[in-house]
């Protein structure tokens, strides 16, 4: 018998052919998919929609097409945050798909801030034009022990609105990306909001309790079953 393996999976597999191209139908739904894609990264965020109070800023990047063409702008943040010392700043930033942050971190932020009751946190900053690594500059602007970034990540063609979390053990200008933990793939096709909240739990409490982040948090930490899931293609 027969297996449809596009019944297990959204990834682009099984395509129909005709002769030595594929179908009409599977064009069709490539350039459908392409252009979900790229809309998602020309999409602008809406902090208004997000439905959680935030604080509000911007990177160095003045707009989208900056944001693009110059990566570096959006690394820094425009302006200051005043000082908050406090267990974790959580901080959402569009990345390249504002439209994942529009449909995800509002149930993800809703799972989360119920399993860190003990933590004292910053407000949630929200920040528009922005990359992973301006966490760790608001991080340390407001004297956060760990910055959790949650931000739009690259579209796929099946998947335009995969959100990520980045997590960095005391945040400051210059951190590379060996030195955060990266729950990606969050969405109900992929990592489920659940999952991916005692995931990044988690981990923020073995960060905070060994006071550190990165590829070695990954290979040392305690055995979790949540570790050895794997979200969908």
């Not at 931000?151 to 951190?175: F, H, K, V, W």
Request: aromatic share 4%.
């Amino acid at each position: 018998m027969a297996i449809d393996l596009r019944s297990f999976t959204a990834a682009r597999v099984g395509l129909e052919r005709r002769g030595s191209s594929l179908s009409t139908k599977e064009l069709l739904r490539f350039d459908l998919d392409h252009a979900r894609a790229r809309d998602a990264v020309h999409l602008e965020l809406d902090p208004s929609s997000l439905g959680f109070d935030h604080i509000l800023v911007q990177s160095e990047a003045k707009d989208r097409r900056s944001y693009l063409l110059r990566p570096d702008l959006g690394r820094r943040l425009q302006g200051k945050l005043q000082q908050n010392p406090c267990d974790a700043a959580i901080i959402v930033a569009d990345g390249l798909s504002a439209l994942a942050v529009h449909r995800h971190t509002k149930e993800l932020i809703n799972r989360l801030l119920p399993l860190l009751e003990d933590w004292k946190l910053a407000p949630i900053i929200v920040a528009t034009q922005a990359r992973v690594a301006i966490g760790d500059e608001i991080g340390e602007q407001l004297g956060a022990k760990l910055a959790l970034v949650l931000i739009g990540e690259r579209p796929g063609l099946t998947s335009p609105d995969s959100l990520g979390a980045y997590l960095t053990y005391n945040p400051r200008q210059g951190r590379n990306d060996a030195e955060r933990n990266c729950v990606s793939n969050i969405r109900p096709e992929g990592l489920s909001y659940d999952a991916a909240a005692q995931l990044i739990h988690f981990l923020m409490t073995e960060s905070r309790a060994r006071k550190i982040s990165g590829v070695t948090l990954k290979s040392d930490a305690t055995p979790h079953p949540l570790l050895d899931a794997r979200p969908n293609p």
